[in-house]
């Protein structure tokens, strides 16, 4: 027994007639006569009472009214499967880490799933050694983080690169110049993240690279919490530009030297599961067109 049987016994009752039936099917009589004939002896009991006017025997009633819900759902197990492999549906569980989780990921998703709303997307918040660890476990398909440690099993895909500034109290002595060097940030109490934060390692790379010492800082445990510590003129720090798009109040935004300590921010998957499946081909797409468009991304050409 199969769909195209069932549709079949679905079109005889429909219509009551074997040859209506064949002609909307586009099949020979016969064939309509034969894939009853073969349903009547696989289930081992009469469906359909022949004569003049067909008519359908307590068996056949029963199995007509349980046959509806069985096509319906097989269409829709099919039609999901159909997308499934067009990548138009499907289940995606991703890592993002901040401030992407918090101010870009949100408006791409919307668009995303706007185009592709069979696809469900669960988001995970994480640093890139967390999330690094989860996607190698296999608990999330991908990431959207810094480059990880080199050696892994991982794959890395640069998208942009994250710009940042530096943010300070409106009457802070550093406020007075239009540009900030790495030797400027010398004496100063600097609020840094974690340790197992990447952006503050490469803060620390880069401060060693200078020959310059940090000794009075204060850590904040979050990237995004960063701008309310030094609203509350606690310090300053190196924070993503995207973070301060609106200035809050009582603070300023001053440009850094060069590339003082601009991330590189990508996709990141296990290198096993690249190229990825279709439904997250199909978002990798949309992060790849926008998020080097974003403020305080810089392109990769």
Known sequence: ???????????????????????????????????????????????????????????????????????????????????????????????????????????????????????????????????????????IDLALCSAPDLGTELYFEPLFREKFVVLMPENHPLAEKENIGPEDLQGQRLLITSATCPYRRKLEMVMKEYGITILNTMEIGSMTALKFYVESDLGIALVPQILVSSVPAGTAVRELSGSLIDMTFGLLCKATDYPLKPAGSSLYSVLKQELGELPGSIKLE
Do not use: W
Request: avoid cysteine.
């Open 1 to 139: 027994m199969d769909i195209k049987t069932l549709k079949t016994f679905q079109m005889i009752v429909n219509y009551g007639s074997f040859i209506r039936a064949a002609e909307e099917l586009n099949y020979a009589q016969s064939t309509v006569t034969m894939q009853i004939q073969k349903l009547e002896s696989d289930m081992g009991i009469q469906l359909i009472e022949r004569g003049k006017k067909i008519k359908l025997t307590e068996a056949g009633r029963m199995f007509y009214e349980q046959s509806l819900h069985i096509v319906k759902d097989m269409e829709q197990l099919q039609e999901n499967m159909d997308n499934l492999q067009r990548g138009t549906a499907g289940d995606l569980r991703i890592g993002v880490t901040e401030p992407t989780a918090s101010y870009r990921l949100p408006e791409i998703l919307k668009r995303f799933l706007t185009h592709y709303p069979n696809i469900r997307v669960s988001v995970e918040f994480g640093n890139t050694p967390t999330l690094s660890e989860r996607v190698l476990k296999g608990d």
